[in-house]
């Protein structure tokens, strides 16, 4: 991956992070990809966790 690549993927999951899309957030990992959440003691895999992982790392950030 080039440093132009992840910028662009760094930049896009700031943007949905802070516009709270959860839904747009889980498109820029791999499918394979894991959610190791240490703020909430949570391992999960992107997909089929992905808007409900999200939300929950969303809505911590919001408290």
């Given at each position: 991956?080039?440093?132009?690549?992840?910028?662009?993927?760094?930049?896009?999951?700031?943007t949905?992070?802070?516009?709270?899309?959860?839904d747009?957030?889980?498109?820029?990992?791999?499918?394979?990809?894991?959610?190791?959440?240490?703020?909430?003691?949570?391992?999960?895999?992107?997909?089929?966790?992905?808007?409900?992982?999200?939300?929950?790392?969303?809505?911590?950030?919001?408290?």
């Amino acid at each position: 991956m080039s440093a132009t690549t992840f910028h662009t993927l760094a930049d896009a999951l700031i943007t949905a992070t802070n516009a709270f899309d959860a839904d747009n957030a889980v498109t820029l990992f791999a499918p394979d990809a894991v959610i190791d959440d240490l703020s909430t003691a949570t391992v999960s895999t992107v997909m089929p966790a992905s808007a409900t992982t999200w939300s929950v790392i969303l809505s911590d950030i919001t408290r």
